[in-house]
């Protein structure tokens, strides 16, 4: 097996190898290979059923591969637990925001912040200061301290997803996951929201850079923001490298992005 170690660049933050899965006869990850170096923000695209959230889920824990192997540097952790897996520093965000509808927005951030410590696995908020003050802190730098004190059940869409992010990032992760961080937010509001989870990541700290791996259907918001792109159809990775190099692939415009008419139609 090529492990990470056999690689003469230097060593990734996460490299998954020869992963599959199936269910039933649809085969939702094939022999899928990626490297993700540091301070990466590499977008998965793909059409529906394409296999992204698969791949997510595999690489967090969820669901587990029926071959192959997910490394976390030098570690094997293909079949470690999600919980296991949060502690070593790999956080994610969901398609659909997992929050306390009936809860604050302080509220959620605190439960967050105490299931990041995995003191227990009973989910209720830590109420002293310093996690107080560093739930505000993370809510300032999202944008959403002045929303600390309503009910997540009365927040839009866009509000509701930099939360769930926000969230995510109680536990200082390494390697952030977001499964379309802009699904569910207003067309006008998609690149305000990702310059805000983008600036919330990259200029909020003084820790290690936090990579990034993103689920993103907007093209446009591809262009923007992506540093490489990795195309997926029928479970399988098509394309993967920068931007330009991948959305003017044939067969990535064949079966993801379908704008480029093939250049017999373009010539007729
Ligand atoms: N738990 C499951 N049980 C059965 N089939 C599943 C399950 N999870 C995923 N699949 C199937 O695997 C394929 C890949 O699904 P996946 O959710 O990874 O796609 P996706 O690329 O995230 O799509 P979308 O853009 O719609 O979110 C699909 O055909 C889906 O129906
Ligand atoms: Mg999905």
Redesign the pocket.
């Known amino acids: 097996m090529n492990t990470p170690s056999s690689s003469s660049h230097p060593r990734p933050v996460l490299s998954a190898r020869g992963l599959q899965?199936s269910?039933?006869a649809?085969?939702?990850?094939a022999d899928i290979n990626i490297d993700i170096a540091t301070g990466e923000r590499l977008c998965?695209i793909?059409?529906?059923?394409?296999?992204?959230?698969?791949?997510?889920?595999m690489i967090t824990g969820y669901?587990k591969p029926s071959e192959g192997h997910i490394f976390l540097g030098d570690e094997d952790i293909t079949q470690r637990s999600p919980r296991e897996i949060t502690r070593r520093g790999v956080a994610r965000s969901f398609?659909i925001p997992q929050l306390c509808l009936h809860m604050t927005v302080l509220d959620n951030m605190l439960t967050a912040l105490h299931s990041s410590r995995g003191r227990t696995q009973f989910l209720h908020p830590a109420r002293d200061a310093a996690s107080v003050d560093e739930s505000r802190e993370l809510l300032r730098r999202f944008g959403l301290q002045d929303q600390a004190h309503r009910e997540v059940r009365e927040l839009p869409g866009g509000v509701r997803k930099l939360l769930d992010i926000a969230m995510a990032l109680t536990g200082h992760p390494r390697l952030l996951l977001l499964?379309?961080p802009t699904s569910g937010v207003s067309a006008d509001e998609k690149f305000s929201t990702m310059d805000t989870v983008v600036q919330a990541i990259e200029h909020g700290t003084d820790r290690a850079p936090v990579t990034v791996v993103f689920?993103e259907?907007d093209m446009d918001i591809v262009r923007r923001y992506a540093t490489r792109v990795a195309a997926?159809y029928s479970?399988r990775v098509i394309a993967d490298g920068a931007a330009n190099a991948v959305l003017n692939d044939p067969d990535v415009q064949r079966h993801v992005t379908g704008f480029a008419a093939p250049a017999e139609e373009v010539s007729a």
């Open positions: 899965r269910f039933g649809v085969v939702a990850a998965l793909g059409s529906n059923g394409a296999g992204k959230t698969t791949f997510v889920n669901l398609q499964d379309e689920v259907h997926f479970g």
